[in-house]
């Protein structure tokens, strides 16, 4: 069993920036790929961006690239994962969800562990 806890988001003006946090502990917790997803009022769940274990490699979903930057930091316990989010637009507003998930799947939301989600909100 692994544990997902997400920190951050907000509410912030178009243009500006928003740090989140998404610690994961519990099994086997360091070999996990880690991502981050969002859902959008009336819209499905969409990929934002994912990092897979030791960060190793980085995927961005075109919509993000460019303003949105994805870490990782595998402590002894834990495995923390941030999005610092630049340059927000309206269109950025959403629940953003941490993930994890053995392999990284950036065209499905068909991973294993979800965090409870965090409110972002960009005002114009």
């Known amino acids: 069993q692994v544990h997902v806890v997400e920190s951050g988001g907000g509410l912030v003006q178009a243009g500006g920036s928003l740090r989140l946090s998404c610690a994961a502990s519990?099994?086997?917790?360091?070999?996990?790929?880690m991502g981050w997803f969002r859902q959008a009022p009336g819209k499905e769940r969409e990929f934002v961006a994912a990092?897979?274990?030791?960060?190793?490699?980085?995927?961005?979903a075109d919509s993000v690239k460019g303003r949105f930057t994805i870490s990782r930091d595998d402590a002894q316990n834990k495995s923390t994962i941030y999005l610092q989010m630049n340059s927000l637009k309206p269109e950025d507003t959403a629940v953003y969800y941490c993930a994890v998930d053995p392999r990284v799947k950036v065209s499905t939301v068909d991973w294993n562990y979800w965090g409870q989600g965090t409110q972002v909100t960009v005002s114009s």
């Open positions: 519990g099994d086997t917790f360091r070999r996990y790929s």
């Open positions: 990092i897979t274990r030791r960060g190793s490699t980085i995927y961005y």
